[in-house]
């Protein structure tokens, strides 16, 4: 999957009229105690005892473990939810009001103009108008089970205010004494599920990428910077299509998908639309890529290493008899974690009420989002299918042209309400394709200006609108409740009929022994192109003509292998008759999982939920294995002195595993930057740098095997190829690894430059040191690496710091559910020093878990503490 909590780097306005006094002020309150430690632990909320909750028809128990995770039990379906949603606001309310404000477009009511052009594209999308939509569409049970949440949620906020709710109304009300939390709504739960379809988008940033890298450079150039999946070397989820599941066979000739050479290829065909770009436009179009790029700011980094690990093991191959399943959802680091562990238990299973299931939740949202029931249980990975495509628009005034016709724009006019400000308002306007971006910022226009010009259209005729599955309304609100309840393979795939945005790779097991795999998702079928690059929008040719029906989607159950590995690699190889995508995962992760797997079962070991722990952890960087063996053979024949030749010394006894305490780990970092940065982001635009992550191990790889490929060289670096360009690279390395970490390389570590500082999601990043201490975490030093199986992922054009993360882990074994293990990066709680607000981060960094109780008397035995609620 690749799901996130808004990671939103708020401009330092928002907390300007706080001051740097004033936040001393209150952290040093904090510190010496009084009214200031009263302050942070007034919102601590009750866990044990007796509390009134109104509504209930009978009592409901909540049992929190060591962790401070809830076990709810109740003995009707309505008072489990009721009681889920006063839970999930004791612990979480403030992440959920900010949740809310970010996907309804109305940041500016809490933290003021400086959050306009975030409100303003969120509104354009139109993100909460759906919602409301989708809540209209739910049966009458499901709605009912959403309205019990709010219930409880709105019963929590009938009995706190401000500081007591938690400390970041403190904060806010010392900008913004006025505001005040309004009831929570079902649609302010069903408008998260489009901030993570947006998390979870998948190639709208390689569309506007090729655009991009066209403007300067051949089509096959962009070819090589954007390459096919390579079906000979990588694994398929499925083996339908021509691809082959249990295919890692990485020195083997490349089978390429031909999606994105293809793209490149038609750059050079009759359609008007896919001719190069001049380069003139190169600026215009690097603006495009900032504005694209503004969102996945706010949501969490997207493009590389946004995925998932999910694999599942058949009970004639583990130790147990049953199967194991694992799963790991690699999303952007967030404080609070964005899940929420919580079991949800009816006291008599049966008809009405039919729930007994324990997983990971997303607070502000009612269900089990991933985890298991008592017969079942689940796992998500992103499928990444192309379910948005930019098209190129004729407009005239309020008018645009389709297939000869002028038709009328459809408009709507929105207000953003702004805290200490003026109203603003905002004009939306959209084809039938859906909302015109291009009035969004100067970036979106001048990609539109630069098609005009090559098509001789006036520049003011020509607009971009996005065509998204998510702006659809659709059932996925009410998949949640039919996983949740689901007892067999059939009543599995039944629910995931449903779960249609965001589309995701769904694996299953059963306590019969059953494994399988399903693909969902409304997923469109394209009259004409491939999604790769913007298309006209004034013709019907490239439109949308239907999605792919769900009886054509890959699905597989109990394969011959006895296992299913998906890890964001392609679900199908390309022969398979629908198309999802052709921008794939590379598949490092799926290979490297796949090998650990063989070796067990090779040597005839049965799979214990310890192995499956042990892969989750599993650090080898097929990158480095690549390329430290051509560092080596560069450096041994560099002058012994040299940065080069110290590096391949040090290289020469590496394990190829990015290993926390791993000083090659550390040195092949550094030279990875290096090259990417010399031997590329030199030659393309700033906004395409290279990120470093699957797409360009695989670039690289293909690559090294042309030592005078053009992009090796350099004439101002006095590089002529691969060779000089790798003991270049080398040399820099070491020198900056020597600066960074100093003198002996003995003494180097990867987690020394690899941290993880887990950031609050609204005041975080205030620039403010003293209210940043207040809510941030670490850092915390960690091993792993980008298109690594244990996926601590990095950004090279930035830094060596992680900014994605497996956002949780768990081991289900279905033989006994009371043996599966599970962690979440950071704790149950939301609240600034509450003991549970990140005491689950320091077993995550260092890999381990934590036991995961489900039967009644495995919850008994593991309460810390019971709170009784009674109506």
């Known amino acids: ?315 004639a191959h583990t130790a147990t008899g049953k199967p194991l399943l694992a799963n790991d959802p690699h999303l952007g680091a967030s404080m609070p974690s964005v899940w929420y562990q919580v079991g949800l238990h009816c006291a008599a299973v049966g008809p009405t009420c039919p729930f007994d299931v324990a997983g990971y939740s997303f607070s502000g949202f009612p269900g089990v989002i991933i985890g298991h029931n008592d017969r079942i249980a689940w796992g998500f990975t992103n499928l990444g299918p192309d379910v948005a495509d930019l098209y190129v628009e004729k407009v005239t005034g309020d008018t645009y042209e389709y297939d000869g016709t002028q038709l009328p724009l459809t408009i709507r006019t929105e207000t953003i309400r702004v805290a200490g400000g003026d109203d603003v308002k905002l004009r939306v306007r959209s084809t039938r394709h859906g909302p015109i971006v291009t009035d969004l910022s100067d970036g979106y226009g001048t990609i539109a200006k630069d098609q005009a010009g090559k098509l001789g259209v006036p520049a003011q005729k020509f607009q971009l609108s996005l065509q998204w599955t998510a702006l659809t309304p659709g059932p996925t609100a009410g998949a949640i409740f039919a996983f949740d309840t689901a007892r067999d393979w059939a009543s599995f795939r039944k629910a995931a009929t449903a779960f249609q945005v965001p589309s995701q790779n769904l694996l299953y097991a059963d306590v019969d022994g059953n494994i399988g795999y399903q693909a969902p998702g409304s997923i469109p079928i394209r009259a004409k192109g491939d999604g790769t690059v913007p298309v006209p929008g004034w013709t019907s040719a490239y439109g949308w003509v239907g999605t792919i029906p769900y009886e054509r989607l890959p699905s597989v159950l109990n394969p011959p292998s006895g296992s299913i590995v998906t890890a964001n690699n392609a679900a199908v190889g390309p022969q398979y008759p629908a198309m999802i995508t052709r921008d794939w995962d590379a598949g490092y992760r799926a290979n490297q999982i796949q090998l650990r797997l063989q070796k067990l079962l090779a040597g005839g070991k049965k799979v214990t939920a310890k192995d499956m722990s042990a892969i989750q952890s599993d650090t080898y960087d097929a990158n480095a294995a690549t390329l430290a063996p051509l560092i080596v053979a560069v450096g041994e024949k560099a002058d012994p002195s040299s940065g080069a030749a110290q590096g391949a010394a040090l290289l020469s006894r590496w394990d190829f595993r990015d290993d926390a305490d791993s000083a090659a780990a550390a040195y092949f970092a550094v030279f990875w930057k290096n090259l990417l940065a010399d031997a590329f982001a030199r030659k393309i635009p700033a906004s395409a740098a290279p990120s470093g992550g699957d797409r360009w191990f695989q670039v690289v790889a293909d690559l090294v095997k042309r030592p005078d490929s053009a992009w090796w060289a350099d004439s101002k670096l006095g590089v002529a190829d691969r060779d000089e360009m790798i003991e270049y690279a080398a040399n820099r390395a070491w020198a900056e690894a020597r600066e960074r970490l100093g003198g002996d390389p003995a003494s180097w570590r990867w987690d020394r430059l690899h941290t993880l500082e887990l950031t609050n ?32 992922g990095w950004d090279a054009s930035v830094g060596y710091q992680v900014d994605r993360v497996p956002s949780m882990r768990m081991v289900v074994d279905l033989a006994d559910f009371d043996r599966s293990t599970w962690v979440n990066l950071t704790g149950a709680s939301g609240h600034a020093f509450d003991p549970h607000y990140a005491d689950q981060a320091a077993l995550w960094a260092k890999n381990e878990t934590r036991p995961w109780p489900f039967t009644p008397s495995a919850v008994r035995s593991a309460a810390a503490q019971t709170l009784t609620l009674t109506p």
Do not use: C
Request: proline share 6%; hydrophobic share 40%.
């Open 1 to 315: 999957m690749g799901d996130d909590t808004p990671r939103l780097r708020l401009h330092h306005r928002i907390l300007r009229a706080l001051g740097i006094v004033l936040a001393a002020v209150l952290v040093l309150t904090v510190v010496a105690g009084g009214i200031g430690v009263w302050t942070v632990t007034r919102s601590f909320p009750q866990t044990s005892g007796t509390l009134r909750l109104a509504g209930l028809s009978a009592p409901v128990t909540v049992a929190r473990d060591a962790a401070g995770v809830p076990q709810i039990t109740a003995r009707t379906a309505d008072d489990l939810f009721r009681a889920q949603g006063y839970v999930h606001a004791q612990d979480r309310f403030w992440e959920m009001d900010f949740r809310r404000h970010v996907t309804s477009g109305r940041l500016s009511e809490l933290f003021g103009a400086s959050q306009v052009p975030t409100d303003t594209f969120i509104r354009t999308l139109g993100w909460r108008r759906v919602a409301e939509q989708e809540v209209k569409l739910l049966d009458p049970t499901t709605l009912r089970y959403y309205q019990d949440y709010a219930d409880g949620v709105n019963a929590y906020l009938k009995d706190h205010t401000g500081a007591d709710l938690s400390l970041e109304y403190a904060i806010l009300g010392i900008q913004n004494p006025g505001y005040s939390p309004e009831p929570w709504t079902p649609a302010d739960s069903v408008a998260w599920l489009k901030a993570m379809a947006w998390d979870l988008r998948s190639n709208l940033e390689d569309e506007i990428d090729r655009a991009l890298l066209a403007t300067t450079l051949k089509p096959e150039q962009v070819a090589e910077l954007h390459p096919g999946y390579d079906y000979a070397g990588h694994p398929t989820i499925t083996g339908l299509g021509g691809g082959d599941a249990s295919a890692v066979t990485p020195d083997a000739k490349p089978v390429r998908d031909g999606g994105s050479a293809g793209a490149a290829q038609g750059a050079t065909g009759t359609d008007p639309l896919a001719s190069v770009p001049a380069a003139d436009y190169r600026a215009e179009l690097q603006q495009v890529a900032e504005s694209v790029d503004a969102l996945p700011r706010l949501m969490g980094p997207a493009g590389d290493d946004i995925g998932s690990n999910s694999w599942v093991v058949a009970g």
């Open 761 to 792: 999601a609204s005041f975080g990043a205030s620039g403010i040191a003293p209210i940043e201490w207040l809510f941030n975490r670490g850092p915390y030093p960690v091993g792993g690496g980008s298109s690594i199986v244990d996926a601590t």
